[in-house]
């Protein structure tokens, strides 16, 4: 008789601790909310990326075509680097799109995990990389374009530079932090629907 009792309370206290189909479709809409705006700010991020790309190749190739070799490699950084940004912002979106919230609790919160790692790692360590390796290439061109232009031309185009790098720091820098805080706010979500 004790026994009963003992298995109908575990039981009901099971029933009871078990989150309603409202709860969890809630959930599941904050999850899909958030993911979509992720991928806003990643397909914006591709064309933006895409659009300079394009911009750079044909400035290079029409406007100011670069004679060279060492203002060819920085004009070579250049648009590689755009070029394995774009990559790297489409490999985001596969991997992404692989995190289905309607998979195993456990299973779709690791998943959220690692997806988190690797976008903190690609802002974190790639993108500064690209960033250097796009300056270098940069100011690899600038002694060519000496050539061509003058002396406070140059360094107006140096300053300019430097400016807008500043400028597009801070917003992408923003942009980036709005992309980590939804990541981990998708993921402390699933934590807690799992530990619900």
């Keep these: 008789m004790d026994f009963k009792q003992l298995q109908e309370n575990w039981n009901n206290d099971k029933e009871s601790r078990k989150p309603n189909s409202e709860y969890i479709n809630s959930i599941y809409?904050?999850?899909k909310k958030k993911?979509?705006?992720n991928f806003f700010f990643y397909y914006g991020t591709i064309l933006?990326?895409?659009i300079t790309c394009i911009g750079i190749s044909l400035f290079f190739y029409y406007v100011a075509p670069v004679k060279h070799l060492?203002?060819?490699i920085g004009a070579g950084l250049m648009i590689s680097g755009l070029i394995v940004r774009i990559c790297i912002e489409?490999?985001?979106i596969g991997k992404?799109?692989?995190i289905n919230e309607l998979d195993d609790i456990l299973k779709t919160t690791e998943n959220t995990a690692k997806f988190h790692s690797y976008r903190k790692f690609i802002h974190e360590i790639i993108a500064p990389i690209i960033i250097t390796l796009y300056t270098v290439g940069f100011f690899m061109i600038t002694p060519e374009f000496s050539i061509y232009l003058q002396k406070w031309q140059v360094i107006l185009m140096n300053i300019s530079y430097v400016i807008i790098g500043i400028i597009l720091f801070f917003v992408?820098?923003?942009g980036v932090q709005k992309e980590m805080k939804k990541l981990k706010e998708i993921s402390d979500i699933k934590n807690d629907l799992e530990n619900s």
């Design 29 to 31: 809409n904050k999850i």
């Design 35 to 37: 993911q979509q705006e």
């Design 48 to 50: 933006i990326l895409m």
């Design 70 to 72: 060492l203002s060819r």
């Design 90 to 92: 489409i490999i985001s």
């Design 96 to 98: 992404a799109r692989k």
């Design 172 to 174: 992408i820098r923003k």
